[in-house]
């Protein structure tokens, strides 16, 4: 088992999904070992890219 020691730092480059009329990011399964329901995190969001679809559609 994983076992934290201090603040750990986990990069992800994710495209942003949606549900419904909301917008969300969908942590990988791949970290459910490391990031569980009700632990403290901080999310910092860089704009990487646009979609350019949406906003031709607009």
Do not use: F, W
């Not at 419904?20 to 999310?43: C, H, N, W, Y």
Request: aromatic residues 2%; positive net charge; hydrophobic residues 40%.
């Amino acid at each position: 088992m994983y076992q934290m020691k201090g603040p750990k730092s986990i990069i992800i480059t994710k495209r942003i999904a949606k549900h419904g009329r909301q917008s969300v990011i969908v942590i990988p399964k791949d970290l459910e070992g490391i990031i569980k329901p009700g632990m403290l995190t901080q999310l910092k969001i860089d704009l990487i890219h646009e979609n350019l679809e949406e906003k031709e559609n607009a």
